[in-house]
């Protein structure tokens, strides 16, 4: 069973910036593309970011593009979200996702119905 833990949410002034980790067990990491996704209250569930199996491609939300970055470290498990210049509006809990099928394009991980594996999320809080 593949688990996967977030982390390094919490609050923090806009023009600020916060690091997110999520570390995956059960399967093999590298094998497999990663999603970021946030969920405000009140909102669906929408696409942060995504990273290709081995790293070697992102894309990113027209709205966190130029702002947030994502990358991974397969030796450790770990996928990271760096997060600039944070706005009012990116206050939501954050959410690291597993693609379900393994060595899969980038462009086939936008969507969350692709994701198979989920984190419990950690709440990021951008104050004005």
């Known amino acids: 069973q593949v688990q996967l833990v977030e982390s390094g949410g919490g609050l923090v002034q806009a023009g600020g910036s916060l690091r997110l980790s999520c570390a995956a067990s059960?399967?093999?990491?590298?094998?497999?593309?990663m999603g970021w996704f946030r969920q405000a209250p009140w909102k669906e569930r929408e696409f942060v970011a995504a990273?290709?199996?081995?790293?070697?491609?992102?894309d990113y939300a027209d709205s966190v593009n130029g702002r947030f970055t994502i990358s991974r470290d397969n030796a450790k498990n770990t996928v990271y979200l760096q997060m600039n210049s944070l706005k009012p509006e990116d206050t939501a809990v954050y959410y690291c996702?597993?693609?379900?099928?393994?060595?899969?394009?980038?462009?086939?991980?936008?969507?969350?119905?692709?994701?198979?594996?989920w984190g419990q999320g950690t709440q990021v809080i951008v104050s004005s």
């Open positions: 059960g399967r093999t990491f590298s094998r497999y593309a």
């Open positions: 990273i290709s199996w081995r790293g070697g491609s992102t």
């Open positions: 996702a597993a693609d379900g099928r393994p060595l899969s394009p980038i462009c086939a991980v936008v969507a969350k119905e692709r994701y198979e594996y």
